[in-house]
């Protein structure tokens, strides 16, 4: 049924899948060290989640930060730590889409975003001393 927080059912199936592709490449990505493949599903999960909420300005602002965050994430993904704790993340919120569960995938990103801003910080820090 249609309960407060579901996703429509349709477009969830398709970024469902889109999620759960790219999640499995990019373990294959780490699992052969590709980083650039690995970067570009990567971005491939958010930019289909971004897509999906069907918002310009969302998508105008993603677009910016993606820019913005470019190197950082290269850098924080060169650390094998930080492949696999993304990944990790990336499936729970792929899991949490899959099961139309908007309020959790909501909250998964927020955290994994954080997450990865928390791990490059420890990161740069690191190199600096």
Known sequence: GTRAG???EAPRKALSRTL????AAMRKAARRRDLPAYYAENLRFHWAIVEAA?????????RGVVQQ?????????SQPVGMAAS???HEAIA??????????AG????EH??????RLESHLKEEKT
Do not use: M
């Not at 899991?95 to 959790?104: F, P």
């Not at 909250?107 to 927020?110: K, P, V």
């Open 87 to 89: 990944i990790a993340e």
């Open 20 to 23: 759960q592709s790219a999640t």
């Open 6 to 8: 579901a996703l429509a």
């Open 54 to 62: 069907g918002n310009g300005k969302l998508a105008e602002a993603y």
């Open 69 to 77: 965050l470019h190197l950082w994430r290269l850098k924080n993904l």
């Open 95 to 104: 899991k949490a889409v899959r099961e139309g569960d908007a309020a959790t």
């Open 107 to 110: 909250r998964l990103l927020a």
């Open 113 to 118: 975003v954080g997450a990865a801003r928390q």
